[in-house]
């Protein structure tokens, strides 16, 4: 596609409901990254995707956390339980090399509300 | 690990006006972004540039990887400049480690 696109915009939940929050990366782009970002803060980067795999997953907050990728294309990030800590902007990147090459590409990001 | 600081971290400035951004890290790095998050959140990816002099309309930007900084010159602002530039750099991790960022206001 054009840019990087995610899915909801935004989402309003209840705390100890699970959300699936979705990234469609630019056609192509190996790699794959999300982050989130708190009102006011800097981006706290979560987990980083070479085609379907993921290398690392040491920045994912806590193991109601997780994050899969098929076909080397579009990613979805699970947080179950949800907590209201949990509020925060998502932000997905993708970008045409994986590792140290290169830019990345943001989409506009979910905005998740825990109530 | 890898330490990002950029300065300044609020500046006012009028339309027009020149102005100048920093970001020093602490170690060696192959990957620097410079990144623009306007007043509604989107991020945009201005320059990736791990060393050397990059231009782009009134935007440009030096990174001089010996001595750890690299600089964000924007020239005759305008309002739509405003928000908040971030400067990243990639560890051996494959993370971007991000800075605090500049908040810039442009006022008309």
């Known amino acids: 596609g054009a840019g990087v696109s995610q899915s909801p915009s935004n989402k309003v939940t209840e705390k100890g409901k699970d959300v699936e929050l979705r990234c469609d990366p630019i056609s192509g782009h190996t790699a794959l990254y999300w982050y989130r970002q708190s009102l006011g803060q800097g981006l706290e980067f979560l987990i980083y995707f070479q085609g379907n795999s993921a290398p690392d997953k040491s920045g994912l907050p806590s193991d109601r956390f997780s994050a899969e990728r098929t076909g080397g294309s579009v990613s979805t990030l699970t947080i179950q339980r949800t907590q209201q800590e949990d509020s925060a902007v998502y932000l997905c990147?993708?970008?045409?090399?994986?590792?140290?090459?290169?830019?990345?590409?943001f989409g506009p990001g979910t905005r998740l509300l825990v109530l | 690990g890898i330490q990002v600081e950029q300065s300044p971290p609020d500046l006012i400035l009028q339309e027009g006006a020149n102005s100048t951004l920093r970001c020093n890290f602490s170690d060696s790095v192959n990957n620097l972004q410079w990144f623009h998050q306007n007043p509604w959140g989107q991020l945009i990816n201005l320059f990736y540039?791990?060393?050397?002099?990059k231009q782009n309309g009134r935007l440009s930007a030096t990174t001089v990887a010996t001595e750890r900084y690299s600089l964000l010159y924007i020239s005759s602002s305008q309002t739509t400049d405003s928000g908040v530039y971030f400067c990243?750099?990639?560890?051996?991790?494959?993370?971007?480690?991000w800075g605090a960022g500049t908040k810039l206001i442009i006022k008309p």
């Open positions: 990243a750099v990639m560890d051996s991790n494959y993370q971007l480690i």
């Open positions: 990147a993708s970008s045409l090399f994986p590792g140290a090459t290169g830019a990345q590409y």
């Open positions: 540039i791990p060393s050397g002099t």
